[in-house]
């Protein structure tokens, strides 16, 4: 069921150097590409990068929270048109879920690291940066990337306590359960 998988996901950041098997790359690029989006305009593509150098050189695109990187064996980079659509983030952000919970239905690790509107270390744009590093065409946006492996150590799920039930209204905001 998917609430099992949504009980037991966790964002994970320390991966085996044990590659990511194509079988399983395809299943978590077809989740991606099932995705839903507005219109059916499916402004999203997908950039697959398993070149460890290439991964090194994505861990330093913004300035925090990408560094992990360099320990995946798997990167998957979610890019949209804008173009497309003018929800283009949603979208791309859909995708970018659905690749992280396929991941953990697979028994594989992932960590997601947005990267719209950041800057790298040294305060130089991070969507130029991966323009350049990744040769794409003008007008395409990173939203993402999604750093997967088989991880290190197993962290369980989030306590249903530690959920934000308080942050749910019914029927008119501020109106909570009782």
Known sequence: MLIDLLRARRS?????????????????????????????????EFIVVTDKARIRDLSV???????????????????????????????????????????????LGSCWVQLRLRQREDGADSQEYM???????????????????????IKKGHADASLCHHQVSYEQFGHRRS
């Open 131 to 153: 323009r350049a590093l990744l040769g794409l065409p003008e007008g395409m946006m990173v939203l993402a990337m999604v750093g997967i492996g088989y991880p290190t150590d």
């Open 61 to 107: 695109a913004k300035a925090h929270g990408a560094t992990f990187l360099a320990g995946a064996p798997l990167v998957i980079v979610v890019c949209a048109d804008p173009a497309k659509s003018d929800v283009w983030v949603e979208d791309a952000a859909i995708a970018t879920t659905l690749i992280h919970l396929q991941a953990t239905d697979l028994g």
């Open 12 to 44: 994970l950041r320390r991966f085996t150097d044990q590659p990511v098997e194509r079988e399983k790359l395809d299943l978590l690029l077809e989740a991606a590409l099932r995705a839903p989006s507005s219109k059916g305009n499916n402004p999203w």
